[in-house]
Each structure stands twice: as C-alpha cells, then as structure tokens.
C-alpha cells in the first residue's frame, strides 16, 4: 500500500513534517561502515529496536564478528557483505543483490569514512582523493543505488548522512576530511526538500568528539604521533570524547524523530550556533586554534618539548573507517 504523500498546497502541510520511520521495529535497515566505531555501535543499537539489518564494510573479518554476535544476541540480520563503497561498480552489485534477496530499504544509513588532517603543505594528494572518494562518492553511490528504489516504492523512509563538526566548522587542518563532509552536507540540505515529497526524511549527523578505532590510526601529516606533547593532545580528546554507543543512540532518536541536524554532543551544537550568531568571535577563535596547531607542528618538526628535551622520530598514522 503506497504512503499518502502531502499535496504540499496547505498551509498545514508547509510547516508540519511526518514522521516517516516512528519505530525500527521490522524495518529494513542499510549501514555502511558496519565493522566499527559509530557504525558497529548503530547497528546493535538498531537491532536491539527490531531493525532488520544489512550490514557492510570494507573490514571482512570484523563485519562477521559484527554479524556473528548480533545474531548472537537475537538480532536479525537480513543480508551483508564486505566491500569498498567508493567503487560505484560494487555498491551497484550489491544494491541489486540485497534488493533480490531482501526488497528495498526503509532507512538507508552512510556511516562508513576515513580521515586525514595535515597543513595543506603537508597533505598529499592520495590523502585528498581518499577523503573525497570514501567519505563523499561513498555516500553518493549508496543514495544513487539505493534511494531511487524507496521513491519509486512509495512508502516513505530514511536517509541518514553522516557528516562531521568539520562539515560545519573551519577546524583547523582539516581542508581535505572538510572537503568531503560539506559536501556531505550540501547533499543532505538538498535532499531534505527535494525527498520530502516522497515521504522520505534526512538526517544530517555532526559528531563532534567520539571515541572510536578512527581517532588512534587518523593519518595527521607532519605531525609525530609518539612525541609526548601530541600524546597529551590527543590523550585531552578522548576525555571530551562521547561514546560510539551514546552517537548512536542520537542518530537513532534522530530517524525516530526525522530530525535534520543530529548532534551527538553540546560541543559541536554550541560551535555551528555560535559560529552563526558571532562570525567575529568564531573567526578570532578559529585563528587562536590554528596558531595552536601551528605550534604542534613546529614542536613535532624538532623532534622535541622545548620543555623537557626529549627527542623522536616522525611517523605517519594508518586509515581505518569509523
């Protein structure tokens, strides 16, 4: 039975936005980047709620233990499979095998992505094309092969885009993940009208701070990792960070809610008001920030804190999806 879509010519129908997806309970459920982090944490989430899931990521051995303890644990899981959304080729295979084999999606989620900061001097291009391949085409070959279908079908849903507090904020050294996650961005406030008249909601979810595998191997260019003053930076990070578990108990009150902006912590929401509301404030800040990160480099450049004369080598972080 197809969904009564608004006419859009009432007032009423204006202002007032369903709720398409008011429960998980026996729908079916797309997410990307499944094996970890926000992904992994969303995933039981979901099938804790009855979501009927189909799982991928690109990390074989640690979606099937996904797989194997949600089963585990009464959940179900539809369908899943191992693979690299940033090949169009792949994500359109297996767009059509899930649609074979299970139907078409009520809620499609885009949580899988990679991250490298570094000074644009410092950045190479293999890190800007990974940026833009993963954490931007990725999402786009999911929505070209999987939101089509839930239109045509006609009983509404969910798209969810994960973005980032650098998809709405300058931070700095952040140029290449930012590139991909305003771009993320500037997809979903599209889409957000443009599916509307499908009964087909958005969210767009900034974390901030979340403590998850991608913060230990995040690639930073030109910065050594062991030197003892980054240690503590990134050591102050995971004190403010939140949970993979309490990020994903605010993108699921998101779908349940069809709430556009998801925060998964005050500190994001707090900068993009302010940013808004104070461009004079938010531009000297972000300034104070960057001279800060310009300090860190030149610390790890020699090789030493000035303040207590130890010494190391540099060395370069591996990727890994959230």
Not at 36 to 57: F, K, N
Not at 237 to 263: D, S, W
């Amino acid at each position: 039975m197809g969904l009564n879509l608004p006419s859009l010519k009432t007032i009423r129908e204006l202002f007032y936005v369903p709720v398409p997806v008011p429960s998980f309970a026996g729908r079916k459920v797309l997410i990307t980047g499944a094996a970890s982090g926000i992904g992994r944490a969303t995933a039981e989430a979901v099938a804790a709620q009855g979501g009927q899931l189909v799982l991928t990521d690109v990390q074989t051995g640690a979606l099937d233990q996904v797989v194997a303890e949600i089963n585990g644990r009464g959940g179900h899981i539809l369908y899943h499979r191992p693979g690299e959304i940033s090949d169009y080729e792949w994500v359109a295979a297996f767009a059509r095998e899930v649609e074979a084999e299970v139907g078409v999606m009520d809620v499609v989620m885009n949580i899988a992505g990679v991250s490298a900061w570094g000074p644009v001097e410092k950045l190479e291009h293999r890190q800007w094309r990974r940026m833009v391949d993963v954490n931007l085409m990725g999402p786009i070959h999911i929505i070209e092969c999987f939101v089509p279908p839930m239109v045509r079908r006609g009983d509404g849903g969910q798209l969810v885009n994960v973005s980032s507090a650098a998809g709405l904020l300058a931070l700095p050294w952040h140029a290449a993940y930012s590139a991909s996650k305003f771009g993320l961005r500037g997809i979903s406030e599209v889409l957000r009208f443009d599916l509307r008249r499908h009964g087909i909601g958005v969210c767009l979810v900034c974390p901030g701070a979340v403590s998850t595998p991608l913060v230990d191997t995040v690639e930073i260019s030109g910065l050594d990792r062991s030197n003892p003053v980054i240690q503590k930076q990134i050591g102050g990070f995971h004190r403010i960070a939140v949970t993979p578990e309490q990020a994903a108990q605010a993108i699921c009150k998101g779908v349940l809610r069809n709430k556009f902006m998801v925060y998964t912590s005050f500190d994001t929401r707090f900068g993009f008001w302010w940013a808004r509301k104070f461009a004079l404030p938010y531009e000297i800040v972000m300034r104070i920030a960057n001279n800060r990160f310009d300090q860190l480099a030149r610390i790890s450049e020699i090789g030493a804190d000035p303040r207590d004369g130890s010494g190391s080598q540099p060395s370069v972080g591996s990727r890994k999806n959230d």
